[in-house]
């Protein structure tokens, strides 16, 4: 394993001087960047709220949730005080819900120690719920000039390839690593613009295909560039390949139209969101009989239908609810999350009706889905629904 001084030997304090005003010119210039909503000002909050909004998420589409967002929580006690189906509402389409429930608890501990005021240190940040390393830095450097670095993949990779860094970059060691030349080069005075001069490199330039590295502010600093080695940076080990997950999501109709919806469990995958029944699929659907296919949905809803008579008994052969169009080929949906793809098959089902006994069951009218927060993955099932 190197260290600093292997990569910075020939660094001078003129070499870093000429590199921070290279780079903070270049930022200066690209004015249009500067008008995004939280770089107006240097709200803390503010801050924070986009930079969790950006991890795993484009720019453009973080600006019209940050507005939203903010209209409805302007303040670190709004966000305290919020109930859960607010800010599920809010996050509706972002994803990856942890991070807005973790700033839930943030606001609430920013109310409780520190009266309702951001603190301002690193080391202070870095112990709220759901703010790592990157974002104390970010918020630290931004809202109130602390030299520290706000690293991310965007940094991580303009710094690997300026370097030629052939180190595993998921590595805790190749992290300090960065973390040391970063905080070497910051520029003391501009600790904030610095940090975002580098986010936006490796995000506009300086991106994972390097298409145009010609065109890169910094290209005099940037072996890779010189060497043409750009594509061989950064070093990262192969991601662990995502399982495979079949579904059954059962659209059930009443007799009124409404749907049958259901909140995930605390814990689970999606938890506190609105979706249809989903039941993990073990067997072929092609070879399941109309029995087989309701035997899962029965064991699911076994404890949330009210037996209102011997015709709506769980349990027994005489359920009121039958497929449509068993022979038809159901449409299959697949959805991507990080660490795992899911199948999902759409089977119809329509009822009379049933009266619910669980409130994390509820009929929804179409007209008001909107109400209940729902993930991507449902909305791409809604939409599917359409087709049916």
Do not use: C
């Amino acid at each position: 394993m190197s260290n600093i001084e292997d990569y910075m030997k020939d660094w001078t304090d003129g070499r870093i001087e000429a590199f921070r005003r290279t780079l903070l010119d270049w930022y200066d210039s690209q004015s249009h960047t500067h008008q995004l909503p939280w770089r107006a000002h240097l709200d803390p909050y503010y801050i924070w709220v986009s930079e969790i909004m950006l991890q795993q998420t484009q720019v453009q589409t973080v600006i019209s949730y940050f507005n939203r967002f903010i209209d409805t929580l302007p303040t670190i006690k709004d966000l305290a005080n919020a109930d859960e189906e607010t800010l599920l509402s809010l996050w509706q389409g972002l994803g990856y819900y942890s991070r807005v429930r973790n700033m839930h608890k943030a606001a609430q501990q920013i109310m409780k120690d520190y009266d309702g005021q951001m603190p301002s240190t690193y080391q202070e940040l870095v112990k709220l719920p759901g703010i790592g390393p990157y974002t104390a830095g970010a918020i630290a450097s931004i809202a109130f000039g602390e030299s520290e670095p706000a690293i991310d993949g965007n940094l991580m990779r303009v710094t690997a390839r300026m370097f030629e860094i052939d180190e595993d970059i998921t590595k805790a060691k190749t992290k300090r690593l960065f973390y040391d030349i970063l905080k070497r080069l910051i520029d003391p005075k501009r600790p904030g613009d610095f940090n975002q001069a580098m986010m936006d490199l490796g995000r506009t330039i300086m991106t994972p295909a390097n298409l145009t590295p010609e065109l890169s502010p910094i290209k005099e600093f940037d072996q890779s560039y010189q060497n043409g080695t750009a594509h061989l940076y950064p070093v990262k080990k192969k991601k662990t390949k995502a399982t495979t997950h079949h579904y059954i999501a059962y659209v059930i109709t009443n007799s009124k139209g409404q749907w049958l919806m259901t909140k995930h469990d605390e814990g689970q995958l999606l938890t506190g969101l609105w979706h249809f029944p989903l039941v993990e699929q073990q067997l072929q659907m092609q070879d399941a009989t109309s029995t087989e296919l309701i035997e899962p949905l029965q064991e699911t809803l076994k404890d949330a239908v009210e037996e209102v008579d011997a015709t709506y008994q769980l349990g027994t052969h005489q359920m009121s609810l039958f497929p449509t169009n068993l022979e038809a080929m159901f449409p299959t949906i697949k959805h991507v999350f990080s660490h795992r793809i899911w199948y999902v098959r759409l089977v119809p089902i329509q009822v009379q009706d049933l009266t619910l006994t669980e409130t994390d069951y509820q009929w929804v009218d179409r007209e008001t889905i909107e109400q209940y927060p729902y993930s991507t993955l449902q909305d791409k099932l809604f939409k599917a629904v359409e087709g049916l």
